[in-house]
């Protein structure tokens, strides 16, 4: 589409080298929905709108040839192209793919490659990653034929190779094909090791593959989190695994997995890990990425921070993906238009969290006077104290480097500030943008208010210490960080929760690597459970087996937020002929990606 041809373009237009697709099916049959397809020449002449902009703007494209495999099961009618039955539960079976299907798919990939050379591509990818099609027949876990796609290493391998020699066959010999394969097979009993991938690879150099580009994860493990890691995933964890396949295959090599940084992204270059570094997520944050770093402007860059919220929990509920960094995702014609007022106006920002932030520096760069006031000695609000739990820091250093950026682009900043009517009295402001946040939950419990009690905020803070065995009373993503926190400082801690399972609010693309931490340090959650009472020793808990008593030293209380008074600075700004708009938090307590759209739409509305 028109959205998806700038979305790309801005990449290129930002300094990226060499802009790859998202996956695009080669084969109609195995299609899957919402995704792009080159199955028939009806879409060459959009993709050679897409070429055609990258190359304007001064980049190369390429494109990645996917078939779907099990991903194709959430849309009717598509067929799974799988190497053997699988079963999905009672009365579901994927059944393996007939020779017929086979040798169609092959030749998709082949006509598929041919109709990308025509759109103008500089570049092939062809995806036997992450446990599609080809990833699952290469897999003896998952290959159980046993006809010439099956049984040897060298049969499971057939297929995936006469799709690479009917892809090679089909574009011109001095054209890279770059190939997407996992380093090895996570969380799958029997199967592929590293050294399975190594031995693959030099099969498919033989076959025509002139670029390895290693990923890792797959679909039907909690190995998935390794697709998109989230932020408690380390920087940069698949890049010796990389350099492994690197050194033993003699290919040239693309590194991928959290590299969000230029300096982090030289060293794995410089060091000959890889050959090529894949910066995805980071210049969905910020397509400038590679022009900043360029140019030695690293300090403008607006890092991805692994939070998943906008790219891939979207992808998961079937929404076009967006970024808690940057709003103009899949937005770029729309922001590229907006130009400065002709009519500036005096904004008062109150609250400088991330949604005050954003909107103050939208304000700014669209010509209004702005300034932003805080009322503590620091900006960054809630995602400064998210940043205080554990794997969090970077949210934490993406805050404070987002405070520093608009500082240096000129928005004026006043802090230990509070905004009253007597502020507003004297500062007069046309438009106040109330983004002031939320305050901790305090349920009404029978002995909340001991001295053994504390809220969230606190503990995050530091300013209080709990000790002993910690109930957390609540078990959502807050209540689990704090949680963790408490527990790496050697605390017992037992997580009790409403509802039926923990980490309900968490999306997809972190709740993973949340259940497995939680497990991990030993916490204890007890869940369709309701606190009805503490003590200075014990919570008292109603449960469907009964109430029961947990003995413990310490409670903290995460059981959400709830937004800040806004009626007074409204009913201020109505009586004062003043525009008033109240955002992120102060409207309700939610995904900071949220808070930040809601904040930077309210000042494109002005």
Not at 353 to 370: F, Q, S
Not at 376 to 396: C, I, S, V, W
Not at 515 to 540: R, S
Request: with cysteine; hydrophobic share 40%.
């Amino acid at each position: 589409s028109d959205q998806g041809v700038k979305y790309y373009a801005e990449r290129a237009k930002g300094g990226c080298g060499l802009i790859t697709t998202e996956a695009v099916a080669v084969w109609k049959p195995g299609y899957v929905s919402y995704m792009l397809q080159i199955s028939d020449d009806s879409y060459i002449p959009n993709f050679k709108k897409l070429t055609d902009a990258i190359h304007a703007a001064g980049g190369k494209a390429s494109i990645q040839l996917w078939q779907a495999g099990m991903a194709a099961m959430k849309t009717p009618g598509s067929v799974l192209v799988m190497p053997s039955d699988m079963p999905l539960g009672p009365g579901r079976m994927i059944p393996g793919a007939s020779k017929e299907t086979i040798h169609a798919v092959v030749k998709a990939f082949g006509e598929a490659a041919k109709r990308a050379v025509e759109a103008g591509f500089d570049a092939l990818e062809y995806h036997a990653a992450h446990f599609y099609s080809p990833h699952a027949f290469l897999c003896p876990a998952t290959n159980r034929r046993e006809d010439e796609y099956g049984g040897s290493f060298e049969n499971r391998a057939r297929f995936l190779i006469e799709s690479i020699q009917a892809i090679r066959a089909n574009m011109p010999d001095d054209m890279p094909l770059i190939m997407r394969i996992g380093a090895l097979d996570d969380d799958i009993p029997n199967g592929l090791t590293i050294e399975d991938t190594i031995r693959f690879c030099k099969m498919a150099k033989e076959a025509g593959v002139d670029v390895l580009n290693i990923s890792r994860g797959n679909k039907i493990t909690k190995a998935m989190r390794l697709e998109v890691p989230s932020l408690d995933i380390p920087r940069g964890f698949n890049i010796e695994n990389a350099a492994k396949i690197r050194k033993e295959t003699g290919m040239l090599t693309i590194g991928v997995g959290r590299v969000n940084d230029p300096d982090q992204a030289e060293e794995i270059i410089a060091s000959g890990k890889t050959d090529m570094v894949v910066i995805g997520r980071a210049q969905i944050a910020d397509p400038y990425f590679c022009n900043k770093a360029k140019e030695g402007r690293k300090e403008d860059i607006l890092n991805c921070v692994g939070c998943n919220q906008g790219c891939y929990d979207n992808c998961v509920y079937g929404k076009p993906i967006t970024c808690l960094r940057n709003p103009a995702v899949g937005r770029e014609e729309e922001f590229d238009q907006l130009k400065k007022t002709e009519t500036p106006k005096k904004v008062l920002v109150v609250g400088g969290g991330v949604a005050g932030m954003e909107a103050a520096y939208m304000a700014h760069k669209l010509g209004h006077n702005v300034t932003l006031a805080e009322k503590t000695d620091k900006l960054g609000g809630q995602f400064l104290l998210a940043g205080k739990a554990p794997r969090k820091h970077e949210m934490e250093a993406a805050v404070n480097k987002r405070a520093a950026q608009i500082v240096r682009d000129g928005v004026q900043v006043v802090l230990n500030t509070v905004v009253d009517e007597e502020f507003l009295e004297s500062f007069k402001p046309e438009v106040v943008i109330a983004s002031h946040g939320a305050s901790p939950i305090m349920p009404n419990i029978e002995g909340a208010d001991g001295k053994n009690v504390y809220n969230f905020v606190e503990v995050l803070e530091g300013k209080a210490k709990p000790e002993g065995h910690t109930v957390v009373v609540g078990g959502g993503l807050v209540g689990l960080e704090v949680a963790e926190y408490v527990r790496s400082n050697g605390n017992e801690v037992t997580v009790v929760e409403m509802l039926d399972s923990i980490a309900k609010d968490v999306g997809p693309g972190r709740k993973t690597d949340i259940m497995l931490n939680v497990i991990g340090a030993g916490i204890k959650p007890i869940t369709d459970a309701k606190c009805t009472k503490i003590t200075e020793n014990a919570v008292t808990i109603e449960t469907k087996d009964g109430v029961q008593e947990i003995a413990c030293d310490s409670v903290i209380i995460a059981v959400g937020s709830k937004p800040n008074c806004s009626d007074w600075i409204k009913g201020y700004c109505e009586n004062n002929g003043i525009i008033c708009k109240v955002v992120g938090d102060a409207v309700q307590a939610r995904r900071a990606l949220d808070a930040v759209h809601e904040a930077v739409n309210a000042v494109i509305e002005l």
